[in-house]
C-alpha cells in the first residue's frame, strides 16, 4: 500500500542549520528536502496525526552546525524530538492534548553564563482542550508552557481563545506572541524560566481582525497584517510593560506615539496598504532592512523599512501561505497554497527550485459543475494528469510521489480576486500516454464571446514533455464538450457533446503527398448523432473496436472506423453519467441524477445483466478483462448504519469480478467525494507486495487529492510494505568556480567508447575503391598510402550534446 | 525526467495576448523560389498601352539587356533599368518578330510584308533590307553563339531560309513545314542548328551544314506549335501548342521528356529564364537554375522547372498573354499582352553602381570580377567596433552556450493590459490596425469581464469613431463575427446618445448599417443557394 499526495503546505516548513535541508510537515511525516535538488532526501515517521510544527535546534556555535536535531508537534498530543541526519526518534513527550502551534524560545535566547547544567527545556505550546465543563465559554484553544525536559505540561493557562491559535516567536527567543481576532498578545520569555513563572503580556488593538505577525531581528519592531490588506508596525513595543521589573518608567505621552491605539504600549506605529485581500505571510528580512510580505494575490513584496518603498516578485500563481527564512541569508523558501514550496535566492528575488505537491482540486464555477473532472489516469507508467487553478495540467507520478511536469494549457496567469473565467473541464490521456487531449471553457460576458476549445497535445517520447499539436475552436458549435475518450488502439479521439452530437477526431496523416510529416494536426472523421439527444458520455472497448456513446437515457454502440451505428442499449429514466467496457462481452454505465444506478450490460446479448442503486463517482476496469472497481458515496441520510462505526468514511470501493453481482472486496475511504480510481499495471521489480507480486493495484484519489495505492485483495496490512524511492543518492554538492557561474558543462563522450573493445572499425572509404585504378595508370604512392591509413583510421563523429 | 524548475521558471512570465490560431494550408507556403518570383513585382509599365498587341519582345543579350518590344507597325526600345521606353522605331508594316544579335549591337524585325530589316541599335538607323519571302515572316532569329553574319527566319509560306547578312542573300532555303512556319529557335551551342515549329504540328530540326533538301529531325507535338525554344543545355527543346508545354530530348532521337499541361487556353508564347539569388563570385552560377516560362491566353504566366517536373509558380495577369522575355541575367521579365500593355518586373538589387549607367546604352561595362575585394580590416583598440567585436560569432558545434533568457517583447496594448488600463489597451490595439490582435485583445478583456466596461468607457468622439470604424470593417468577417457582432450591437444601444449629436459618428453608424446589410443579403442568397443544393444532396446520398 503506497499512500502519497499530501500537502506540503499544512504548516511552515523549517531549514536545517547548513540550510542545505528544508523540513516539511506532510501529513503524519516530516518529509526532508534538498534545497539544492528540490528531491526528498528521507523522512521522520512516527506521528500518527498531522503534524503541525517542526522546531530545528539552532546550532550555538559555528561547529555545532552539523548537528541536525528536530523537535516535532503533532495533532495526536505528542511532542518528538529527532535526529533527522540519521532519522532517528530520540523523545517522546505525552502532552494528551492535540498541538496547532509550538515554539520553543529558550533554544534560541543566548545563554550567557555557560554552566554545565543546562536549565529546563521549555516550549509554548498551543492546544486544543475540548474538555466541556472547564470552558463553559467554548474557548477550546489554550496557550501552554511545556517542560520538555522534564515531559511535563506546566498548570499555568497563558491564555485561552476560541480557536487553538498559531504562536509566532521572535528570532531572539525572547518574545512569542499570538493573534486573537482583533487582538496582538505578546509575551517576554523572561531569561531565567521556570514552569510556574507567567511572562508578562502586553497586547495591541486593531479594527479589524489580524492575520499574522512578525518580530523584527534585532530591534523591537512587530509587524502585524490584518484581512484587509493592511499591514502595521509598531515600534518600539513594550517599552514601558517589560521594563518595569527593572525601575525605568517611560513617560506616558499622548503627542510622542503617533498611530498607537489607545494604551497599546508602542513608541510608534506606521500603516502600509498594498495588499487587496488578507495578508497571510510576514517576515523581517535576517539584517532587518526588509520586511517580507504576501497574500492571496500571488506577489512577494519587499518593503524597505526604512522608507517604506516596494519590490515585488509578481506572478507565483498561487496564493503565498509561509515564508521561512533560512540560515543561509541568500536562501528562503515561500511555500504557496498549490502545494508547492517555492528556495528563493533572494537579492536577486529569483525562483531557483520547486518542490510541487500534488496540486489541490480546482472548483468549476456553478453552472458548469456538471463537467467536473478532477484527473485522469495513464494507467501504464502510473501517471496522473490533473487540473490545476492556474490553467496548467499537473503530471504526477503516483508510484514516485512527485511532480513529472507540468503542461500550461492556456497561457494565461493566475489572477486571484477576479472570478474564474477560463477554465479546463476535461482532461484525456491515450492509452500509450503519448497523447493528451484537453478541453478548456471560456466564459461568455453578458452572451459575448464564449469559448469552447478542445486542444490535443503530443508528448516527444525522450523528455515526456507535451507539446500542442492541434487547437479545435467550438468542436461542437457553442455546445458544451460532456466526455472525452481515447480509442486504445489508434489515435482518435472521441468527443460528446450536450448539442446532441459526438464527433471522432484521428490524426491528420497525409496520404496524399509522398512526404509524411511527422507532426501533423488532427481532423474530424465523422460526427453521429442520435435523435437528436445530449450525448452525456463516451467510452472505446479495450479493442477499441466499437465506440459506446451515451445519448441521454440510452446507449448507442457505434462502429467507430465507419461511423455506422450498430446497436441501441437500454432505456433507464436518468442520463448516463459515465460509460466504461468490462472485458470482451461487458458494459458499465453509470447514472447520476435523483436516482442514481449503476448498471452492467452484456453486449453478446444486449440486455441489462444486472443493476444497483447506488452513487457512483467513478468506475474504472482493468486490462484483466474480468475485474472492474466501483467508487461509490455511502448514502449520507440511511439510518441504518451508524456514521462513527465508518470511521468518517463517507465511501466504499466496490470491487466485481465476472459478472456476478457480488463484490469479491470492498473497501471503505474517506472524503470519496470527487474522488476518482483507476487500475494501474504495477511494476514489475519495485512494487512487490507481501512476497507475491500483484498484476495490478487500485489507485484511489480523494476528493482533496491525497491518493492511495493497494492490491484490491490483499488485507490492506502492508501499510508501509513499499517505501518510496528515496534520492538519498542525489546528495546535494558544493558548486566551485566554473559551475557555480555557469553551471554544469555537457558531458563529452566520446561516442566510440563501445566500439574500442571490438577492435578498429574501418568508417572511412572501401577498399575496393581505394585500390581501383587501371593497372597501366597507378596514382602516385603517397596518394594511394594517405587514402589507406585513412580507411584505417575511425571516423570519430561529431558530439552531440543530448 | 523534468525537474520541477522548468514549471516554476514559467510561472513567474507574463503572457502576451495571442490571437487565436489560424488553419494554415502546407500548399500556401511560399517556396523561397516562388518568394524570389513574386519579389519582381511584376507591373504595367506602360503609361498608356499601344493600340495594338505585342506580339513579340526581346531582351538583348548583352548587358544591361535592354529590350525590344513589337507593337503594330513599330517596335519600342525600353530599358532595364529604368524599364521606361527609351526610343520607339517605326517600320512600314506589322512587326511580327525582333532579335537581337549575340553581342546585341544589331536588331532584326521581321514584318507582315515579309521582309526583314536589320537595324543597328545604337542609332536606330536600317542597315540592311532581307526580301524573300513572299508570304508575312512569322519569325526571324539571329544564332545564339559564334556567328554574327547569318539569321534564320521562317514564314506564312511554309519556307525556313537561312540569311547571309552582310550580302541580303539567301544561302539556304529549308523546305519541309507543310503549314505557316510561326517560330523558331537557334541552338544555344552549334551556330548551325536550329529549330522551327509549324502549324502542321511538326517541329524540325535543321542543320545549315547538312545541305539536303529534309530536316534533321522532326518530332511531333500534336497542335499547332505557337512557339517552340532550346533548352540551354542544347539537347532539350521546349514547344509550346494548344495548352500544353512539351519537352524533348534531341539527343535520343526526339523522345518526349514531359508534357506540362497547366494552362486551360492556348500557350503562345515560351522562354527560358534563370531563377535564384545570384551568389558572390563563382557560387553565383549554382545558386541560379533554370525555367521554363510560359504565358497563355489564359493570362497566366507559369514558372516551370522541368527537372522536377513540377509548376513553381503562377502568376494571374488581367488580360491574354501573348509574349514573354527574361533577361539573360535573371533580373528583369517582361511579358506583353493582346490589349498592348507591357508588364515588366525587376528584381531588387542592393548594387549601387547599377544606377550609374542608367541611359547610358553602353554594353558591357559591368565586370565585378575585376573590382578589388575589401579585405577583412584588423581592428585597433579605440574604435567603436573593436568594443563590438565578436557580438555576431557563431559558436562552433561543440561549444558549451550559455543562452541568454528570452526577452519577452510585449506590444503596445500588452503593456497597458498589464497596467490595467483596459480602455487605453482596446483602444491602442485598434489604432495599431491588426483585426486578429484586436480580437485577442477583446477576448483577454471578457476573460477579465471588462470588455463592456471599457465600451462605456469610450467616450472621446474621436476614439467611439475608431471603435465604430473597426466594426464596419470587421463586423461581417467569418472569423470575427460571433463576438463582434453582438459587440456592435451593444455599442449602438450604449452609445446612442453619443452617436446622435455627433455627425461623423452618424456616418459610422451608417457604414455598419450598410455593411449589416450587405450581409443579410449574403446570408439569404447563401440559404437560397442551399435550398437548391440540399434534395440533390439528399438524391445523391440515397444512391
Given amino acids: 500500500m503506497i499512500r502519497g499526495g499530501r500537502s506540503h503546505v499544512s504548516a511552515p516548513p523549517a531549514f536545517s542549520n547548513d540550510g542545505k535541508k528544508l523540513l516539511v510537515c506532510t501529513g503524519n511525516d516530516v518529509s526532508i528536502f534538498s534545497t539544492s535538488t528540490g528531491l526528498l532526501v528521507s523522512a521522520l515517521e512516527g506521528h500518527v496525526a498531522l503534524v503541525t510544527s517542526v522546531v530545528v535546534e539552532p546550532a550555538q556555535s559555528p561547529g555545532s552546525k552539523v548537528l541536525c536535531y528536530c523537535w516535532t508537534a503533532a495533532l495526536d498530543g505528542t511532542i518528538r524530538y529527532w535526529d533527522f541526519a540519521l532519522p532517528e526518534l530520540m523523545k517522546t513527550v505525552d502532552i494528551k492534548f492535540p498541538i ?544 462513527a462505526a465508518f470511521q468518517w468514511r463517507d465511501g466504499v470501493i466496490l470491487v466485481f469480478t465476472g459478472t456476478s453481482h457480488v463484490p469479491t472486496a470492498t473497501w471503505s475511504v474517506r472524503k470519496a467525494e470527487r474522488g476518482a480510481i483507476s487500475f494501474l499495471r504495477a511494476k514489475p521489480e519495485e512494487h512487490i507486495l507481501d512476497g507475491r507480486r500483484s498484476k495490478f493495484l487500485v489507485a484511489f484519489v480523494n476528493g482533496d487529492h491525497e491518493y492511495v495505492l493497494f492490491d484490491p485483495f490483499g488485507d490492506g496490512t502492508d501499510e508501509h510494505g513499499v517505501k518510496r524511492l528515496m534520492d538519498s543518492s542525489v546528495e546535494e554538492k558544493e558548486s566551485f568556480g566554473y559551475t557555480s557561474i555557469y553551471g554544469n558543462l555537457k558531458e563529452l563522450e566520446p561516442q566510440d567508447s563501445k566500439s574500442a573493445g571490438t577492435g578498429v572499425v574501418p568508417t572511412g572509404k572501401d577498399w575496393s575503391s581505394i585500390f581501383s585504378w587501371p593497372s597501366h595508370d597507378p596514382p602516385p604512392l603517397t596518394k594511394v598510402c594517405s587514402e589507406f591509413l585513412e580507411s584505417l583510421l575511425e571516423r570519430r563523429q561529431a558530439v552531440t550534446g543530448s | 525526467m523534468s525537474l520541477p524548475q522548468a514549471t516554476s521558471a514559467s510561472g513567474a512570465t507574463g503572457f502576451p495576448t495571442k490571437p487565436k490560431l489560424k488553419a494554415t494550408s502546407k500548399a500556401t507556403t511560399q ?179 547538312s545541305g539536303g533538301r529534309d530536316s534533321v529531325m522532326e518530332v511531333n507535338h500534336g497542335k499547332p506549335v505557337e512557339d517552340v525554344v532550346y533548352l540551354p543545355s542544347g539537347s532539350l527543346i521546349a514547344t509550346a501548342g494548344g495548352n500544353t508545354v512539351k519537352v524533348w530530348d534531341l539527343i535520343s532521337g526526339g523522345r518526349m521528356v514531359c508534357e506540362m499541361e497547366s494552362h486551360n487556353k492556348t500557350v503562345t508564347s515560351l522562354c527560358v529564364g534563370r531563377v535564384g539569388k545570384p551568389g558572390r563570385g563563382d557560387a553565383g552560377e549554382e545558386g541560379m537554375e533554370y525555367r521554363i516560362l510560359s504565358v497563355g491566353l489564359d493570362g497566366y504566366l507559369k514558372v516551370f522547372d522541368y527537372s522536377r517536373l513540377k509548376v513553381t509558380y503562377s502568376l494571374r495577369l488581367p488580360a491574354a498573354l501573348l509574349s514573354v522575355g527574361v533577361s539573360a541575367d535573371g533580373q528583369v521579365l517582361a511579358i506583353g499582352t493582346s490589349n498592348g500593355n507591357i508588364f515588366a518586373g525587376k528584381r531588387k538589387t542592393k548594387d549601387p553602381e547599377g544606377s550609374d549607367t542608367t541611359g547610358s546604352g553602353e554594353v558591357g561595362i559591368f565586370d565585378f570580377g575585376e573590382l578589388p575585394q575589401a579585405r577583412p580590416k584588423v581592428l585597433r583598440p579605440g574604435s567603436y567596433r573593436y568594443f563590438h567585436r565578436g557580438q555576431s560569432e557563431k559558436p562552433a558545434e561543440e561549444e558549451h552556450v550559455i543562452a541568454k533568457p528570452k526577452k519577452v517583447k510585449l506590444a503596445e496594448h500588452d503593456k497597458l493590459l498589464k497596467k490595467f488600463r483596459h480602455k487605453e489597451a482596446l483602444v491602442s490595439a485598434i489604432r495599431a490596425g491588426d483585426p486578429e490582435k484586436v480580437v485577442a485583445v477583446m477576448e483577454e478583456l471578457i476573460a477579465r469581464k471588462k470588455l463592456l466596461k471599457c465600451v462605456s468607457n469610450v467616450d472621446e468622439e474621436e476614439e467611439l469613431e475608431v471603435l465604430l470604424k473597426f466594426l464596419h470593417k470587421n463586423t461581417t468577417v467569418p472569423r470575427h463575427a460571433g463576438l463582434l457582432m453582438g459587440l456592435a450591437r451593444k455599442v449602438v444601444d450604449a452609445k446612442a446618445e453619443e452617436i446622435s449629436t455627433s455627425e461623423a459618428l452618424k456616418v459610422q453608424v451608417r457604414n455598419l448599417k450598410r455593411a449589416v446589410e450587405e450581409e443579410v443579403r449574403i446570408q439569404e442568397e447563401l440559404l437560397e443557394i442551399q435550398g437548391m443544393i440540399s434534395p440533390l444532396l439528399r438524391i445523391a446520398g440515397r444512391r
Avoid at chain 1, 287 to 304: C, I, K, N, P, R
Avoid at chain 1, 317 to 346: E, R, T, W
Avoid at chain 1, 622 to 631: E, G, I, K, R
Avoid at chain 2, 50 to 55: D, E, H, L, N, R
Wanted: contains cysteine.
Fill in chain 2, 31 to 209: 517556396t523561397p523560389e516562388s518568394k524570389h518570383l513574386s519579389s519582381f513585382k511584376t507591373r504595367a509599365i506602360t503609361p498608356n498601352p499601344f493600340p495594338s498587341s505585342i506580339p513579340c519582345i526581346s531582351f538583348s543579350p548583352s548587358s544591361p539587356h535592354p529590350f525590344a518590344a513589337a507593337h503594330s507597325a513599330s517596335f519600342s526600345l525600353f530599358q532595364s533599368l529604368t524599364l521606361t521606353p527609351s526610343h520607339t522605331v517605326p517600320l512600314s508594316d506589322v512587326v511580327s518578330s525582333l532579335s537581337f544579335r549575340l553581342d546585341g549591337a544589331l536588331l532584326a524585325a521581321s514584318d507582315l510584308t515579309g521582309t526583314i530589316r536589320v537595324i543597328d541599335v545604337k542609332s536606330r538607323t536600317p542597315l540592311r533590307r532581307l526580301a524573300s519571302h513572299s508570304r508575312p515572316v512569322r519569325f526571324v532569329k539571329y544564332p545564339a553563339v559564334a556567328d554574327k553574319l547569318h539569321l534564320v527566319s521562317g514564314g506564312d509560306d511554309g519556307l525556313v531560309k537561312y540569311w547571309d547578312v552582310a550580302g541580303e542573300s539567301v544561302v539556304r532555303e529549308f523546305r519541309g513545314h507543310k503549314d505557316y512556319v510561326r517560330s523558331g529557335d537557334c541552338s544555344p551551342v552549334d551556330a548551325e542548328c536550329f529549330v522551327t515549329g509549324s502549324y502542321d504540328h511538326v517541329v524540325r530540326l535543321w542543320d545549315v551544314r
Fill in chain 1, 100 to 643: 496547532f502551534s509550538m515554539v520553543i524560545p529558550s533554544l534560541f535566547s543566548q545563554h550567557v553564563g555557560s554552566n554545565n547544567s543546562r536549565p529546563d527545556l521549555f516550549a509554548y505550546i498551543s492546544i486544543e482542550n475540548m474538555n466541556e465543563e472547564s470552558h463553559p465559554k467554548a474557548l477550546h484553544g489554550q496557550v501552554r508552557k511545556c517542560n520538555l525536559t522534564k515531559s511535563s505540561l506546566a498548570g499555568l493557562v497563558m491564555k485561552e481563545t476560541k480557536r487553538p491559535p498559531y504562536m509566532c516567536m521572535s528570532p531572539a527567543g525572547d518574545f512569542c506572541s499570538i493573534i486573537n481576532k482583533r487582538k496582538l498578545h505578546i509575551w517576554k520569555i523572561s531569561e531565567v524560566d521556570g514552569p510556574g513563572i507567567a511572562p508578562i503580556k502586553i497586547d495591541f488593538h486593531h479594527t479589524r481582525d489580524l492575520t499574522v505577525c512578525a518580530f523584527h531581528h534585532t530591534q523591537k519592531i512587530v509587524a502585524a497584517g490584518d484581512i484587509s490588506g493592511r499591514i502595521l508596525i509598531w515600534r518600539g513595543f513594550g517599552s514601558r510593560e517589560f521594563s518595569k521589573g527593572v525601575g525605568k518608567r517611560s513617560i506616558n505621552d499622548e503627542g510622542e506615539r503617533p498611530g498607537v491605539r489607545g494604551e497599546d504600549d508602542a513608541d510608534s506605529c506606521t500603516t502600509w496598504h498594498w495588499h487587496s485581500t488578507a495578508v497571510n505571510v510576514l517576515s523581517f528580512s535576517s539584517d532587518g532592512a526588509y520586511l517580507y510580505s504576501g497574500g492571496a494575490e500571488g506577489v512577494l513584496v519587499v518593503w524597505q523599512l526604512d522608507t517604506g518603498k516596494k519590490k515585488f516578485l509578481p506572478r507565483i500563481g498561487s496564493p503565498l501561505l509561509y515564508f521561512v527564512d533560512s540560515p543561509d541569508p541568500l536562501l528562503a523558501s515561500v511555500s504557496c497554497a498549490d502545494n508547492q514550496i517555492h528556495f528563493l535566492k533572494l537579492p536577486h528575488m529569483e525562483i531557483l527550485k520547486s518542490i510541487s505537491g500534488i496540486k489541490l482540486p480546482a472548483a468549476l464555477p456553478k453552472p458548469y459543475d456538471s463537467l467536473y473532472q478532477s484527473c485522469a489516469f495513464d494507467s501504464n507508467k502510473g501517471l496522473l494528469a490533473l487540473r490545476t487553478e492556474n490553467y496548467a495540467v499537473q503530471i504526477y507520478s503516483l508510484f514516485d510521489d512527485r511532480e513529472v511536469g507540468q503542461i500550461q494549457i492556456c497561457e494565461r496567469n493566475h489572477q486571484s480576486g477576479d472570478e474564474i473565467t477560463v477554465f479546463l473541464t476535461k482532461i484525456a490521456i491515450s492509452w500509450d500516454g503519448s497523447l493528451l487531449s484537453t478541453v478548456e471553457v471560456r466564459l461568455p460576458e453578458e452572451d459575448l464571446g464564449g469559448l469552447v476549445c478542445l486542444k490535443l497535445w503530443k508528448s516527444d517520447s525522450p523528455s515526456n514533455q507535451f507539446k500542442l499539436s492541434t487547437v479545435i475552436y467550438e468542436p461542437h458549435r457553442e455546445y458544451q464538450i460532456s466526455a472525452l475518450a481515447f480509442r486504445p488502439t489508434k489515435s482518435m479521439v472521441c468527443t460528446t457533446s450536450d448539442g446532441g452530437d459526438f464527433k471522432t477526431w484521428v490524426q491528420n496523416d497525409c496520404k496524399s503527398k509522398e512526404e509524411k510529416v511527422p507532426d501533423s494536426g488532427w481532423i474530424c472523421l465523422a460526427v453521429g448523432s442520435y435523435k437528436k439527444k445530449p450525448m452525456t458520455a463516451a467510452a472505446f472497448s479495450a479493442d477499441g473496436s466499437i465506440l459506446a456513446v451515451a445519448a441521454a437515457t440510452v446507449i448507442t454502440l457505434w462502429d467507430p472506423d465507419n461511423n455506422v451505428l450498430i446497436s441501441v442499449l437500454g432505456d433507464s429514466h436518468v442520463s448516463i453519467k459515465a460509460l466504461s467496457f468490462v472485458g470482451h462481452s461487458g458494459l458499465l454505465s453509470v447514472s447520476g441524477g435523483s436516482k442514481p444506478q449503476l448498471d452492467v450490460w452484456s453486449l453478446t446479448e444486449f440486455s441489462r445483466l444486472w443493476s444497483y442503486s447506488l452513487q457512483v463517482e467513478g468506475i474504472a476496469c482493468s486490462d484483466d478483462p474480468s475485474t472492474f472497481a466501483v467508487l461509490a458515496l455511502l448514502p449520507k441520510n440511511g439510518d441504518n448504519f451508524d456514521e
